[in-house]
């Protein structure tokens, strides 16, 4: 097994190199720096991959697991470039995959903590709810970042939708292609400037994540198990 961590950016030029400096020795990383202006400078820790324009992160993703792919890693770590997930905390989440190298690994943070905007509070429960409807499973955060995705597993699902709903449809995916989702529990770490710096549209994200949620309601409620592993997979 081969690991690497992929971070997409987005204007966050600022606290990349602090990211990537928290980074554990001897790790290989990849950034897609998706249009930013300015864009990100080179970092010694990282390869850096350019977008000439915005596409959103779903798409960052796509190129960053693609291209550690193609680097013949197996795994991928994602974290956000803005300082919400530690880096410090990677070891841990590649020791948990490595005992469980076909385990899709999301980062759970704790959301009864003080300091929790109402709004992500709010988010989480709804997208936790919608989770636990669509797979008949629960998980305390379907909304964090910090993963350890399997290469082999991001290459066979099926994925219709993008942009914020992209992460959350790969999760719902991953239980009906008979995956496995494990959890590690990592701080919540929200700041003003995180905060405000969110690239989160209200209307146009939440009307993508509603028609996710739509579709894979009805046809978990309407289709068999065997029907809905054919819908996760790639022929």
Not at 15 to 38: F, H, M, R
Request: charged share 25%.
């Amino acid at each position: 097994m081969k690991y690497c961590a992929v971070i997409p950016c987005y204007n966050h030029a600022d606290t990349l190199p602090k990211v990537l400096d928290g980074l554990p020795e001897g790790l290989d990383a990849i950034v897609y720096d998706d249009g930013s202006n300015p864009p990100v400078q080179k970092h010694p820790r990282a390869l850096l991959i350019r977008g000439e324009k915005n596409l959103g992160k779903s798409e960052a993703l796509k190129r960053l697991f693609k291209k550690a792919d193609e680097m013949g890693f197996t795994h991928a770590v994602s974290l956000d470039a803005d300082c919400q997930h530690d880096p410090r905390l990677l070891p841990e989440i590649v020791a948990l995959s490595q005992k469980n190298p076909d385990a899709l690994i999301a980062g759970v943070r704790d959301f009864s903590a003080e300091g929790i905007p109402e709004k992500r509070r709010f988010m989480n429960k709804f997208s936790n709810f919608w989770f636990r409807v669509e797979t008949s499973q629960t998980l305390a955060d379907t909304q964090c970042g910090y993963r350890c995705y399997p290469l082999g597993l991001v290459k066979r699902l099926k994925i219709s939708f993008g942009a914020y709903a992209y992460e959350a449809e790969m999760l719902v995916k991953t239980i009906w292609a008979g995956g496995r989702i494990l959890s590690v529990k990592i701080p919540t770490l929200y700041t003003e400037k995180s905060t405000a710096s969110s690239h989160y549209r209200p209307f146009k994200d939440t009307f993508i994540i509603s028609c996710m949620n739509t579709k894979l309601t009805f046809q978990s409620l309407l289709l068999p198990k065997s029907a809905l592993k054919k819908l996760a997979v790639k022929k």
